[in-house]
Nanobody
Framework: QVQLVESGGGLVQPGGSLRLSCAAS????????MSWYGQTPGKGRELVAAIASAGRSTNYADSVKGRFTISRDNAKNTVYLQMNSLKPEDTAVYYC?????????WGQGTQVTVSS
């Protein structure tokens, strides 16, 4: 069955770094555009970063440009989010998303908390 399993979240101080990973299985990963979304209490999921199927094109929310980097390894069926210079407002549950045409899958989410 389809699985997206996020890892790498946790508690980090402002200015610190985290690397999120999302391991995919159960579908042809290289076909899918992959994205990371963030969700805070009372708000919907917002796009943080996206990467095209071949990895040549990326897109970022204005709030994370220059600080976050999305990448993928199609040989390992994994997408990453390198998060640098973290701010308290980056605190959220981060979800991995896979999309190809009508197919749209979500992971279970991983909590990132930025606090001193």
């Amino acid at each position: 069955q389809v699985q997206l399993v996020e890892s790498g979240g946790g508690l980090v101080q402002p200015g610190g770094s985290l690397r999120l990973s999302c391991a995919a299985s159960g579908f042809t990963f290289s076909f899918y555009a992959m994205s990371w979304y963030g969700q805070t209490p009372g708000k919907g999921r917002e796009l943080v970063a996206a990467i095209a199927s071949a990895g040549r094109s990326t897109n970022y929310a204005d709030s994370v440009k220059g600080r976050f980097t999305i990448s993928r390894d199609n040989a390992k069926n994994t997408v990453y989010l390198q998060m640098n210079s973290l701010k308290p407002e980056d605190t959220a549950v981060y979800y991995c998303n896979a999309r190809w045409g009508q197919y749209n899958y979500w992971g279970q989410g991983t909590q990132v908390t930025v606090s001193s």
